[in-house]
Every structure is written in C-alpha cells, then in structure tokens.
T-cell receptor, first 116, second 117 residues
Framework: DTGVSQNPRHKITKRGQNVTFRCDPI?????LYWYRQTLGQGPEFLTY????????KSRLLSDRFSAERPKGSFSTLEIQRTEQGDSAMYLC??????????????FGEGSRLTVL | AQKVTQAQTEISVVEKEDVTLDCVYE???????LFWYKQPPSGELVFLIR??????QNEISGRYSWNFQKSTSSFNFTITASQVVDSAVYFC??????????????FGKGTRLHILP
C-alpha cells in the first residue's frame, strides 16, 4: 500500500495524558498537512510542512500541540496534557508541489482520539 | 482571509435525480485553487477535482460536473443521475497562492448528501 498511513487508528486516553500520532506520507510528496475534524464539521487546518520545514501553524494549535517532520519524511503530532476538547479525528495528508503550488491532498484514514 | 461556505448542510434526493452542491468562497488573492473532496461513510477523504482561478471552463467527468463562476465566487458541483453510492459528505476547499508559503487548503463545513433508493 503506497498511500498515506496513520497510526494508531484509534487512541483512547485519560485527560491529562500525552498522546502522539504518526503519519507516513506518500514517499515522493514534499508537503505534509495535519488537520483536525470533529463530528459534522469539515477538516480544520492545524499545520503543514514542506520537506522538514514547518511553514505554518494555525491558531488552533495551542502550545500543548507540537508537530515535527524530521528529515522530511514521516511526521508526528504530539498533544500534551490532553483535554476532552481534543477529542477528534486527526487527519494527515500529503501533497506534491504542482507548478510551485499545492496539488491535490492525499489523505490518510485518520487517527481518532478519545479523551475520557 | 480565505473562507469557504457550503450553505447546504444536508440534502436528500431520490436515486436518478440530479443534485447540485453549492460552494461560495472568499479570497483576497487573484491566484487560487479550488477543490472538491468526497468523504464516504468509510471516512477517508477522496479527491475529486482541483481547479485554478485562471481556468473558468466548466468540467465534466462522467456523471460529475463543476461550474466555476468567478463573478459570483462560486464553484458548484452537480451530480447527474445520482446513485446510492454517491451518498457521502462533500467538501469544497480553497487554497490561496499569494506566495509559495501561504497556500494551506481551507475546507468548508461540508454538505451531507443522501441518495434514497
């Protein structure tokens, strides 16, 4: 399977714990995005990388959230001191650069976080 | 700031009817990209189309067609002769291209489409 891979697919944790999600993009894609989706809403942009550089972070991304993409390959999204409001589906997507601008996003199946 | 509005939260039609999903966008830039994605019940978002702001030609792909009108900032999506398998949530999205760095993709809230047998 050469698509975008995310794990774990589902994480249940207690409030206050830290969680980390991993995303493996399609190998030749320069761009990697993290989105969050709650029930009945569209994906909300969190952050994105071009290769290893984090180019933008949404104001939604509080200081409890951190994302990395070492070596420009896989990425991790860590949430520290989780809160119940963090419960959501965390989506990763990768994209090639098309004519210096964003091509289509290829999404993974998501990592669902439930904070008890 | 960029914004995508999908005013129709939920639509139900009977199979074989045509249905149009509306999308209105706001952007400060003259160069931008518009997208439609489908999210079936399985959950994974599936790319349908990408259109740049310089290309106002409408596009048809099988039963799907897209009507891009810059004058009204709309990028509507029509499914002809709908089928039950078209039931999904459909998202319209926008990416500005001010400079290479500022081109995150922003999604609308989606339209849930029910095709009734």
């Amino acid at each position: 399977d050469t698509g975008v891979s995310q794990n774990p697919r589902h994480k249940i944790t207690k409030r206050g714990q830290n969680v980390t999600f991993r995303c493996d993009p399609i190998s030749e894609h320069n761009r990697l995005y993290w989105y969050r989706q709650t029930l009945g809403q569209g994906p909300e942009f969190l952050t994105y990388f071009q290769n290893e550089a984090q180019l933008e972070k949404s104001r939604l991304l509080s200081d409890r959230f951190s994302a990395e993409r070492p070596k420009g390959s896989f990425s991790t999204l860590e949430i520290q001191r989780t809160e119940q409001g963090d419960s959501a589906m965390y989506l990763c997507a990768s994209s090639p650069i098309v004519l210096q601008n964003t091509g289509e996003l290829f999404f993974g199946e998501g990592s669902r976080l439930t904070v008890l | 700031a960029q914004k995508v509005t999908q005013a129709q939260t939920e639509i139900s039609v009977v199979e074989k009817e045509d249905v149009t999903l509306d999308c209105v966008y706001e952007t400060r830039d003259t160069t931008y990209y518009l997208f439609w994605y489908k999210q079936p019940p399985s959950g994974e978002l599936v790319f349908l189309i990408r259109r740049n702001s310089f290309d106002e030609q409408n596009e048809i792909s099988g039963r799907y067609s897209w009507n891009f009108q810059k004058s009204t900032s709309s990028f509507n999506f029509t499914i002809t002769a709908s089928q039950v398998v078209d039931s999904a949530v459909y998202f319209c999205a926008l990416s500005e291209a001010i400079v290479n760095r500022d081109d995150k993709i922003i999604f609308g809230k989606g339209t849930r489409l029910h095709i009734l047998p």
